[in-house]
């Protein structure tokens, strides 16, 4: 079965305190990874695609990086305006050969000031 | 250019009531998706359709019709309201006709609670 493990589930830091958060996953036909941000009351905004071993993708603070079978969000010197619920998402192939996207249950992160 | 706009923001349904869950885009995005998000779980899929006129079932389709009759628009009709289908129901859209090869954009959701 597919699955998408996201950790930790809550992480607080400090104003400029960097960390990484972890997408892990056990999927057959991985076709890609995908990081959406979620503010309260909203629906998820797209942050990020990962689709190889070894790529990055960089966005202001965060930076995405994937391996063959994790990725991180890497967010270094957050600030307030970076509290969020992040979301991991794989795209894969199922046994009839449609796509589908897996989600995690998310990170919620709280940056206080 | 307003994306994908999802109406009401918020729903009260007695149990046994059926209600429509509106979802638009002006994208002309051939992919669209209904979602469910509840506490401690990650979205799930209910359905989906890759154009007008074609849907198909996503992984947790009962209690749950849809159709396809404009590209623009994709209702979520729940036929007899149950307190399982209490949570929040998000509408997403992307480009392609076949998958995701391009990134969901996702409406900001309705808050729907089954009494």
């Known amino acids: 079965e597919d699955q998408v493990t996201q950790s930790p589930e809550a992480l607080r830091l400090q104003e400029g305190e960097s960390s990484s958060l972890n997408c892990s996953y056990t999927?057959?036909?991985?076709?890609?990874l995908f990081w959406y941000r979620q503010d309260p009351g909203k629906g998820p905004e797209f942050l990020f695609t990962?689709?190889?071993a070894g790529e990055e993708k960089e966005k202001e603070r965060l930076k995405a990086t994937l391996t063959k079978k994790e990725s991180f969000l890497h967010i270094t010197a957050p600030k307030p305006e970076d509290s969020a619920t992040y979301l991991c998402a794989v795209q894969v192939i199922t046994q009839g050969g449609s796509e589908k996207l897996v989600f995690g249950k998310g990170t919620k992160l709280t940056v206080n000031p | 250019n307003a994306g994908v706009t999802q109406t009401p923001k918020f729903q009260v349904l007695k149990t046994g009531q059926s209600m429509t869950l509106q979802c638009a885009q002006d994208?002309?995005?051939?992919?669209m998706s209904w979602y469910r998000q509840d506490p401690g779980m990650g979205l799930r899929l209910i359905h989906y359709?890759?154009?007008?006129?074609?849907?198909d079932q996503g992984e947790v389709p009962n209690g749950y019709n849809v159709s396809r009759s404009t590209t623009e628009d994709f209702p979520l009709r729940l036929l007899s309201a149950a307190p399982s289908q209490t949570s929040v129901y998000f509408c997403?859209?992307?480009?392609?006709?076949?998958?995701?090869?391009?990134?969901?954009?996702f409406g900001n959701g309705t808050r729907l609670t089954v009494t």
């Open positions: 999927v057959s036909g991985l076709r890609g």
């Open positions: 359709s890759v154009g007008a006129g074609i849907t």
């Open positions: 997403a859209s992307t480009r392609t006709g076949t998958g995701y090869n391009s990134p969901l954009h």
């Open positions: 990962l689709y190889s």
């Open positions: 994208m002309n995005h051939e992919y």
